[in-house]
């Protein structure tokens, strides 16, 4: 479910939008697509159930590559996606966002495909509505 939430986000990102169009993938991006794209994953999830809370809140490890032929592109995208979920709270896709923090962020280049990467993860604390 956290995946909606992250699509939701990205998605209506205006900002984000006009950089990057509806290239915002879940898991993995079709082979047909032309960098500049994003790509969003849940690495874990764990959670924890109270006895006044039946909804558990669940912390999400979430990961975001941005994809480009250009290094300063996927660095400036990448700060678009930084803006858009650090410290994002409300509800999205039926799940009530309480915390949402940078983790780590970390670069890379694909020697194979000739493509920049940035990469972002974050910690999600939330529960479904």
Do not use: W
């Not at 941005?66 to 996927?74: D, L, P």
């Amino acid at each position: 479910m956290i995946g909606k939430a992250i699509y939701e986000i990205l998605s209506t990102d205006t900002d984000l939008v006009a950089q990057v169009g509806n290239n915002i993938f879940p898991v993995v991006a079709p082979q047909t697509a032309e960098p500049l794209f994003l790509v969003y994953n849940q690495i874990t999830s764990s959670g924890l159930r109270t006895k006044d809370n039946p909804f558990p809140l669940t912390t999400y490890l979430v990961q975001i590559d941005t994809y480009s032929e250009s290094a300063i592109n996927a660095a400036e995208v990448n700060d678009l996606v930084k803006k858009a979920l650090d410290r994002k709270t409300g509800e999205f896709a039926s799940i009530c966002i309480f915390s949402t923090t940078i983790v780590s962020e970390m670069d890379g280049y694909s020697d194979d495909d000739e493509v920049f990467r940035k990469t972002l993860r974050f910690e999600i604390t939330g529960n479904l509505i």
